[in-house]
């Protein structure tokens, strides 16, 4: 019995060894915008980043210098206002590709070759900045409209997955959401997002206490 006390004891040990809190340092983030369309306003305060969303959308980008191979993502995040989203259905369309917080996982691989000139502004922002090549992307959204668990692609690229995920309320009014994949990901950077400009949504939220294990 004591065996086994000892050996959980060790396990423990080593996963909290693994994890790893994410600095929301506003000097290691770059602030992307999308060619017309309004950028949120985005300050970092309280050891948070916070979103004032306007029927607007724009993300933060985060480079990793090493690939990490990350299997478990967790944060604490809050939202107030109205996101106008109202079935799994819109949820899945473009005009209802919206969300209160998206967490992405921006996933390391050979890109598909399309001349630069070719590339939105913002993609050129996007390979300027990351330091390892990349093909795909996995967003974390928190209360969706979707069974925590499931996923969809994004209506805008085959190659954006979303997963739903769920959130428990906490005692000081921050919602805990936390997912594990079944197979770890190789992840160059994170792309940190709220956006309401496809449903005319207006509403703040924040996020604190990002943790990749």
Same mark, same amino acid.
């Given at each position: 019995m004591l065996r086994r006390f000892v050996f959980l004891l060790l396990m423990l040990a080593a996963v909290q060894l693994n994890a790893e809190q994410i600095?929301?340092?506003?000097?290691?983030?770059?602030?992307?915008?999308?060619?017309?369309?309004?950028?949120?306003?985005?300050?970092?305060?309280?050891?948070?980043?916070?979103? *004032?969303?306007? !029927? +607007?959308?724009?993300?933060?980008?985060l480079a990793f210098d090493d690939i990490r191979i990350i299997r478990r993502v967790s944060f604490q995040w809050q939202a107030d206002g109205t996101l106008n989203k109202n079935s799994i259905e819109h949820e899945m369309s473009r005009k209802g590709d919206d969300a209160w917080l998206r967490?992405?996982?921006?996933?390391?691989?050979?890109?598909?070759h399309v001349p630069e000139p070719l590339l939105p502004r913002w993609m050129k922002q996007v390979r300027q900045t990351l330091k390892h090549q990349f093909n795909k992307m996995v967003y974390l959204i928190p209360d969706a409209l979707h069974t925590p668990? *499931?996923?969809? !692609? +994004?209506?805008?690229?085959?190659?954006?997955?979303?997963?739903?995920?769920?959130?428990?309320?906490?005692?000081?009014?921050w919602k805990q959401a936390s997912y594990e994949f079944t197979s770890p990901q190789n992840v160059v950077g994170l792309w940190i997002m709220a956006d309401g400009d496809n449903t005319g949504s207006i509403f703040e939220s924040r996020l604190r206490n990002l943790v990749v294990e």
């Amino acid at each position: 019995m004591l065996r086994r006390f000892v050996f959980l004891l060790l396990m423990l040990a080593a996963v909290q060894l693994n994890a790893e809190q994410i600095v929301l340092d506003q000097d290691d983030f770059k602030h992307i915008h999308f060619k017309r369309i309004t950028p949120n306003q985005v300050s970092f305060n309280d050891d948070a980043i916070h979103f *004032d969303v306007n !029927k +607007s959308a724009s993300f933060l980008l985060l480079a990793f210098d090493d690939i990490r191979i990350i299997r478990r993502v967790s944060f604490q995040w809050q939202a107030d206002g109205t996101l106008n989203k109202n079935s799994i259905e819109h949820e899945m369309s473009r005009k209802g590709d919206d969300a209160w917080l998206r967490v992405g996982l921006i996933i390391e691989g050979q890109p598909d070759h399309v001349p630069e000139p070719l590339l939105p502004r913002w993609m050129k922002q996007v390979r300027q900045t990351l330091k390892h090549q990349f093909n795909k992307m996995v967003y974390l959204i928190p209360d969706a409209l979707h069974t925590p668990g *499931d996923t969809w !692609k +994004s209506p805008f690229s085959s190659d954006v997955d979303m997963i739903s995920v769920g959130s428990r309320v906490m005692d000081d009014g921050w919602k805990q959401a936390s997912y594990e994949f079944t197979s770890p990901q190789n992840v160059v950077g994170l792309w940190i997002m709220a956006d309401g400009d496809n449903t005319g949504s207006i509403f703040e939220s924040r996020l604190r206490n990002l943790v990749v294990e």
